[in-house]
């Protein structure tokens, strides 16, 4: 059993939660032409062995979409945020 | 040495204290004409067949553990042939077809056991399903049966037909010559064989990177220090990624961790395979008495070959749901594999971008079933430097074409397939 360790709600059971995949990936702009661009965002997978980024969706708690680094080998829990507290650091560093 | 019954009754005269060693161990050479990587069912076959077929016999498998240590020894045996998806119907067909002659093939008894399989159906919708299905399969050229729910409770008796059934069973589709046979067997069998045509397997030799000439890779790192190959094969279902990150490839495929179970010793109950159409569950009975079943991915990306306890509870309730009279029964032991999940389900058998490499890989749930195939295929596309008919749309481009080969329908999600 994995405990994930949820900002708002707490260490909590990997049951109330839902495995939302690469949390590295970003989604290309609409207007993205390329389709090696969208290949690489559909299709291609990093898929590292060791540490990995990774969304958690806490659907049986506060519903708040989670950013957590996750060792593949070990299943080390690490840092745990929120994904929109991510997202604003991604924006902001693009600007 | 062939094995034959004389040859069993002979040793057992003289105590059974002179058999030889199946294969050789020997010594990496320098320099093979071709290099398979994963010591595992798919690439001791590939060895086998690339012997065999296209008299290659300069080639070696490298192992970094020991033959058929990884998932070839980590499944729960399940052979079938039942796919509807062009690019895939033929290929397991070719499979089965493999199956059927494989011990006499081998001179080895991989106990390939054709005790049919049961797909339950659960609404009237899965009925249409499975009917199209079975369609598909018969015009292929695959057995394939529709049998009602009177049918079904005639011959499994044992299924929860009450009132109370979570899943009430319609029906089932029912393919006769699917079955299971011995994983450990089928991995000795190819090695054995495939040694005997002069293949070096090399164990205990782990692949660190890739030798390069320009862009063509021209062999392997190793533990045992480098070796040359005019080609380099990768047969590591669960660690292709990592493998081919290293030779700069990015693949369409997730690592997971999928368990398998074994219960304590029956009498004979089971005397087929089932498949619960309502829960992703399957279960079977092998030669010991062990009930041998499996379910759902763990769920995240995992390259650890332990699973989790949500899995085994999930599983179990999937067991009692579909036979109540296994509540009381004692799981002996349970265990967890690394899959390729692909990001359409299937697998692939393919030249790669970069000269000299070649990759066989995004087996998801199915690689045991197509051993056979797996390795006659990948044989075939590295000796002949072009895919069989069989393995033709089992490519990387699919992807980036668009023309996915989604068996469950699921999209891109691995987990999910």
Known sequence: ?95 | MRYSALAVLRHALSGNRDWARAWRDPEPKPAYDVVIVGGGGHGLATAYYLAKEHGLRNVAVLEKGWLGGGNTGRNTTIVRSNYMMPGNTLFYERSMKLWENLSRDLNFNVMFSQRGQYNLCHSPAQMDAARRRGNVMRANGIDAELIDREEVRRRLPYLDYSERARFPIHGAIYQGRAGTARHDAVAWGFARGADRLGVDLIQRCEVLGFLRDGHRIVGVETSRGPIRAGKVGLAVAGHSGHLAKKAGLILPIESHALQAFVTEPLKPLIDTVISFGAAHFYISQSDKGGLVLGGDLDGYNSYAQRGGLPIVEHTLASAKALMPALSRLRLLRHWAGVMDMSMDGSPIITKTPIEGLYLNGGWCYGGFKATPASGWCFAWTIAKETPHEDNAEFTLDRFRRGVQIDEKGMGPTPNAH
């Open chain 1, 1 to 95: 059993m994995l405990r994930l360790h949820c900002p708002i709600c707490g260490p909590r059971d990997e049951t109330e939660f839902t495995y939302g995949g690469d949390a590295t990936l970003v989604r290309p702009a609409m207007e993205e032409r390329s389709s090696e661009v969208w290949l690489a965002y559909v299709f291609q997978r990093e898929n590292p062995r060791g540490p990995h980024r990774e969304y958690w969706h806490h659907h049986l708690g506060c519903r708040q979409w989670l950013v957590v680094e996750r060792n593949t080998l070990t299943h080390e829990i690490g840092e745990t945020r929120l994904a929109r507290e991510v997202a604003d650091l991604v924006s902001e560093a693009a600007e």
